[in-house]
């Protein structure tokens, strides 16, 4: 118990990777953070890109600018050429103390700029500033990227992913599904039973539609009013899938006298697929989506109606 409490708590730390050919520099940097932060160490650029690589819990780079067959300034660059990891903090720390050296380093994204021979205790102030900085940041792009009433992701987080996940299923050969769903007779819900009650019902929802969602591409979120979106990467059978949400829903028992398919809150979905190896442009697979979802409340709501995309035109029924 004591080992896996340790295990938590160092990954709960912000990850620091400490770049430097020096080892006695490594260590000093090390012992000094030792505490503030989970450390990694490596003694050139290329290991440390491909640290970087590796650990995407890496948010801060302390990075020596003279190292054997890459310079740190390349390091930055690299790392900053790169969406995937243009958003790591770099600090530079160098026997380089001529000001064009501070200013180019600047240029090119470095967050600060620290001299050699260290200062122990300054240093240690100037990096903690910088770590509460940065989860500071994620804080904030952390409830940007939440809806305020449910607590799931919102539509721009959802758009945000959208795109990534369909070339991720492409390039691994992946079937891909998407879901969206509609509460129903929800205007009538708020008219009877008023805001507040609206507002409870859709986190409840919420709540029911993000348990389907719990692999780490699979996203829920709400997609604006009382419409939610489901995407799903390599699923063998969507349609069982969103049936057992449509009944999940269902089993949450909230009253809906306005309902005209049934006593309590239900819910329609419309459910496309994109079959594995196919490729598909993501606004052509969220209007599949949306395609469906209509036909599932033409043909009276509380029920799923799904169709696999072709990747040349239309979609077929998968029942």
Partial sequence: MMAQSKVMGELALPTVLIVDDDRVSRTVLAELLQGECRILMAKDGLSALQRVRDDPS?????????????????????????PRTAHIGVVIISGQVQEAHEEKGLLLGAIDYIFKPIRPAIVRVRIRNHLRMIAQRKELERLASRDGLTGIANRRSFDESLALVCQLAARRQEALGLAMVDVDYFKQYNDLYGHPAGDDALRRIAQVVAGFARRPYDIAARYGGEEFVLLLPSVPDLEILMERLRTDVLALALPHAGSDVGKVVSISIGAAQVEAGNRIKPERLLEEADTLLYKAKQRGRNCVVSGTVLTDSGYGPLS
């Fill in 58 to 82: 890496i948010c801060l780079l302390l990075l020596d600018i003279s190292m054997p067959g890459m310079s740190g300034y390349e390091v930055l660059q690299m790392l900053y050429a790169n």
